[in-house]
C-alpha cells in the first residue's frame, strides 16, 4: 500500500505530469514521469476509467497498479511524480504481466531522462 504522501492527490499534479511528462507506451498501460518538480518522495497516481470495465474490475487493476507501484518505490528518485493510466486491455490481464509492464516503463522513462 501507498503511503499518502506517496500518492498525487491533486487533479492539477495528474495535469501536469500527463502534460508535461515523458510518456511510455505499454499493450495494457500509460505511464508519465516527471522528474523533479516538487521536493519529497516519489508519487505515483492512478487513473483507470469506466472503458477498463465495471467498478469490480477497475478496482482491481487499480490495486494491483498500486501493488506494483509499492514494489518500485524504493528505486524512484525522490521528486518524481508518475501516473499510470489503465488502458482497457488491462482488464483481462494477469497480475504477472501488469507487473512488468509497470517494471519495463519506469527503466526506459528513467532511462530517457
Do not use: H
Not at 32 to 53: C, D, E
Amino acid at each position: 500500500m501507498l503511503a499518502k504522501a506517496n500518492r498525487i492527490t491533486s487533479g492539477t499534479d495528474y495535469k501536469a505530469v500527463v502534460r508535461r511528462g515523458s510518456r511510455v507506451v505499454r499493450p495494457n498501460t500509460v505511464m508519465y514521469l516527471r522528474r523533479g518538480t516538487t521536493p519529497g518522495p516519489a508519487r505515483f497516481g492512478f487513473i483507470v476509467a469506466k472503458n477498463v470495465g465495471n467498478a469490480v474490475t477497475r478496482n482491481r487493476v487499480r490495486r494491483r497498479l498500486k501493488a506494483a507501484s509499492s514494489e518500485l518505490l524504493p528505486s524512484i528518485p525522490d521528486g518524481t511524480d508518475i501516473v499510470i493510466r489503465a488502458l482497457p486491455s488491462a482488464a483481462t490481464s494477469e497480475w504477472t504481466t501488469l507487473r512488468s509492464e509497470v517494471v519495463e516503463a519506469r527503466t526506459r522513462g528513467m532511462a530517457g531522462r
